[in-house]
């Protein structure tokens, strides 16, 4: 009973440590683009895969700014409100000559640790939700320049770890399933080359 316990808890950590080395792969242009290779469409957007750095920003964990109309003392008053999106990196698309972006923002979730299904798709709801009215991304200090209103439709991209050596606690198999059913792009990463790679 404790050697399964410990099993368990080993992997708990190698789940843990693949998910930080892909978030951390993601925040770089060829990690990104490796994710993003397995989804035809979204890699199709990107205007240049030489001119990377000047077609897309990479933002991880991202926050966005919202207006919202609040009522202190019988007076209407707009304030700004900073969130979080619960999404794991937001991609700008960006047409490398114009330096402006192209208006596809894409969402990507990574598949943290016990996490299944309904956590991962009730994630992308938040950020539907979140961007549902209008939102201006607090982009990285080198990309301040570009126009950073959120109005488009964000495209969503979703991340599982698999294993050669599936075991009960793996629910892998479940939510690539689940995704598929409900249409929406799933990429898949071994756990063993993520950390391998790191």
Known sequence: MALDWEQQQQRELQKRLAYEALLASCCHYDGIL?????HRPYFESLPSIRRLQESMVIIP???VRSREVVEVGGKKEICDRICSLPCDIALMVCDPEWQIKTGIEIVLFIQRPREDFSDLVYRW???QVALGQGVEWLMPREH???LA???AEPYPLFVVFTSSTPDAYDASDRIIHGLTGAKLPVAT???AEVLFNE
């Open 189 to 191: 990463q071994m756990l």
């Open 144 to 146: 301040r320049h570009l």
């Open 61 to 63: 964990l991202p926050n």
């Open 34 to 38: 490796t994710v993003l290779s397995q």
């Open 149 to 151: 209103e959120g109005n």
């Open 125 to 127: 709801r938040q950020t």
